[in-house]
Each structure stands twice: as structure tokens, then as C-alpha cells.
């Protein structure tokens, strides 16, 4: 069974500060990696995906995340955080085969302190 | 929120009571799913549809039922609501073809049985 891990609960960063928020995950075959952001009482808004190719993929908002195989990991990235970046951040798998469906992490809060 | 509406947005019921969530897309997507946002949880599928009359169950589908009788529109029934499905309801369509689909979602229901 796919699933997907966010190891820390809360992230706090410094504004300017580069942030990272980790995911990995367990899935059979390659997967197709995303992630999203909530901001209070809002849906979720997609921010980026990897299907193939260059690890590294950029997305919305200067984000981007690094796709690394041997570490099953998807980790978001942003080189300069900024207030409006705080909210909750979901990564989610959905396997090659697997059909339509997704398997969302837990989320990981993000705090961007003045 | 991706031509997504929900409605209502906020409910608040009783125990046995039944509740119907209503989706409503405007762009003739084919995959429709449901999901519930628990803290801790992150996002899991409730139930999905993958055309008119289609659906199939999910992770969380126990005590919940859908039906699509139009392209446009995903309901999500709850028979006989309890404390336990007090929770935020979301749903989403997933946009795009050839395996590089992406989910998107709207602006949730919140809903809390008394």
C-alpha cells in the first residue's frame, strides 16, 4: 500500500531564510509526486509536480521540490521565505498504475516569523 | 478554487440526521472525489466518480454514499450523520490526460454534527 510521510508536524523559519519541508513516501513503481498549500479556511491550491524527468522541478511562488529515487523523497524547497508563505503544506503520491487516485501526508505547518 | 463550488459551506447538524454536500463543477471534468480533512490526518478519500453513475469507494467510505446523475454535479450523502463525521468535506476534479493529471480542489464544507 502507498503512503506518504511528513516528519515534521511544524516548521518554523526566519523570513529570508531558505525552508524546507520534507516528504517521503512508500509507493510500488515510480510515482507522480505533488505538492499543495492551504491557507486558512481555503481549499487546496497546487503548487507543483514531478511526472518524469529533471529532479528538480519549480513550481508556484518560488517554490520548488527535489524528486530523489534512492531516498524516496520529495522535499519542498524555497531559497527566501516570506510571512505570506505560512499556511499548511500537503505533499501527495499518486502511483504510476494506480489509477486517478491520491494519497495525501499528513501536512506540515509552516510559520514564517517577521 | 478551480471553477469548484461546494455547497453549503458550513452546517451544523444533528446526530441521525441525514446531510447531503453538494459539488458542482463547470467544466465537464470526467473524475470527480471526495475527501474529509481531519488534523493529523491530512486529506482522505471519502468516495470518487469516474463518470455519470459511476463511483467507487475509498479510503473513509463507511457511513457516506454519492451519486452523479450530471457531469457537473458530485453529491455526498451522510444516511444518518454522526459525531465522528464532524469534520471538513472537500471536493475535486482532476484536470489534465496521459498520467499527468492533477487534482484540484474547492473551497470545502465545514461541517459539524451536534
Known amino acids: 500500500a502507498q503512503s506518504v510521510a511528513q516528519p515534521e508536524d511544524q516548521v518554523n523559519v526566519a523570513e529570508g531564510n531558505p525552508l524546507t519541508v520534507k516528504c517521503t513516501y512508500s509507493?510500488?513503481?515510480?510515482?507522480?509526486l505533488f505538492w499543495y498549500v492551504q491557507y486558512p479556511n481555503r481549499g487546496l491550491q497546487f503548487l507543483l509536480k514531478y511526472i518524469t524527468g529533471d529532479n528538480l522541478v519549480k513550481g508556484s511562488y518560488g517554490f520548488e521540490a527535489e524528486f530523489n529515487k534512492s531516498q524516496t523523497s520529495f522535499h519542498l524547497k524555497k531559497p527566501s521565505a516570506l510571512v505570506s508563505d505560512s499556511a499548511l503544506y500537503f505533499c501527495?503520491?499518486?502511483?504510476?498504475?494506480?489509477?486517478?487516485?491520491?494519497?495525501f501526508g499528513p501536512g506540515t505547518r509552516l510559520s514564517v516569523l517577521p | 478554487d478551480a471553477g469548484i463550488t461546494q455547497s453549503p459551506r458550513h452546517k451544523v447538524t444533528e446526530t441521525g440526521t441525514p446531510v447531503t454536500l453538494r459539488c458542482h463543477q463547470t467544466?465537464?471534468?470526467?473524475?470527480m472525489y471526495w475527501y474529509r480533512q481531519d488534523p493529523g490526518h491530512g486529506l482522505r478519500l471519502i468516495h470518487y466518480?469516474?463518470?455519470?453513475?459511476?463511483?467507487d469507494k475509498g479510503e473513509v467510505s463507511d457511513g457516506y454514499s454519492v451519486s452523479r446523475s450530471k457531469t457537473e454535479d458530485f453529491l455526498l450523502t451522510l444516511e444518518s450523520a454522526t459525531s465522528s463525521q464532524t469534520s471538513v468535506y472537500f471536493c475535486a476534479i482532476s484536470v489534465g490526460l496521459g498520467g499527468a493529471e492533477t487534482q484540484y480542489f474547492g473551497p470545502g464544507t465545514r461541517l459539524l454534527v451536534l
Open positions: 466518480s469516474y463518470g455519470v453513475k459511476d463511483t
Open positions: 509507493v510500488s513503481g515510480n510515482p507522480y
Open positions: 467544466e465537464n471534468h470526467r473524475y
Open positions: 501527495a503520491v499518486r502511483p504510476l498504475l494506480g489509477g486517478q487516485n491520491f494519497v
